[in-house]
């Protein structure tokens, strides 16, 4: 069963970077087929697809947040990071770590429980 | 970026009811569609990949259709459990945008 599980800090202050970590269990972040994704939703909105890494490496991100982001990760200890640069408060939201399976044509199967994430002074 | 249109955003029915929720993008993205269900605090659901594969242990009431631009969600005998909001995302091109989502309310 795999699971993923968010942390980081629960409070940002502006201008700040916003660092989050997801651990993986009961699967490989090595693993081809395995898009290690970024998901966002601000309090009472929609989904918005922050990125991913995979490949040992390699990532993609949304361009609406434009150089801000960094997705990366430590295969030594299976878990992936995102970090957020120059927080506003528009950045606030609950932020989920999901496994995005490309077997299926990129879908989002694991989901972590999500942590929300407020940026205010 | 796919623009993925998501229609109604809110929907109200009984409890075995038939509803459909429809997804339309910008552009083709072929079969590239996937619905998510969302229940309040908590992370979302996958239930249907490629348009219209259900995933493992989702009940066949949810059907999903569609190709190219146009994609219905489609649940037949509404259970209490299926109000809930849903969301359709392309995978077709980064970034994978979703639709706005669709709350089912009672």
């Known amino acids: 069963q795999v699971q993923l599980q968010e942390s980081g800090p629960g409070l940002v202050k502006p201008s700040q970077t916003l660092s989050l970590t997801c651990a993986v269990s009961g699967a490989s972040l090595t693993s081809g087929d395995n898009y290690w994704t970024w998901i966002r939703q601000q309090p009472g909105k929609g989904l918005e697809w922050i990125g991913y890494?995979?490949?040992?490496?390699?990532?993609s991100h949304s361009p609406s947040l434009k150089s801000r982001v960094t997705i990366s990760a430590d295969t030594s200890k299976n878990q992936f990071s995102l970090r957020l640069n120059s927080a506003t408060a528009a950045d606030s939201a609950v932020y989920y770590c999901v496994r995005g399976l490309i077997l299926t044509g990129y879908s989002l199967d694991y989901w972590g429980q999500g942590t929300l994430v407020t940026v205010s002074s | 970026d796919i623009q993925v249109t998501q229609f109604p955003s809110s929907l109200s029915a009984s409890v075995g009811d038939r509803v459909a929720i429809a997804c339309r993008a910008s552009q083709t993205i072929r079969n590239f569609l996937n619905w998510y269900q969302q229940k309040p605090g908590k992370a979302p659901k996958l239930l249907i990949t490629?348009?219209?594969n259900l995933q493992s242990e989702v009940p066949s009431r949810f059907g999903g259709s569609g190709s190219g631009t146009d994609f219905t969600l489609t649940i037949s005998g509404l259970q209490p459990e299926d109000f809930a909001t849903y969301y359709c995302?392309?995978?077709?091109?980064?970034?994978?945008?979703f639709g706005q989502g669709t709350k089912l309310q009672i």
């Open positions: 890494i995979y490949d040992n490496g390699r990532t």
């Open positions: 995302q392309q995978s077709y091109f980064t970034p994978y945008t």
């Open positions: 490629a348009a219209s």
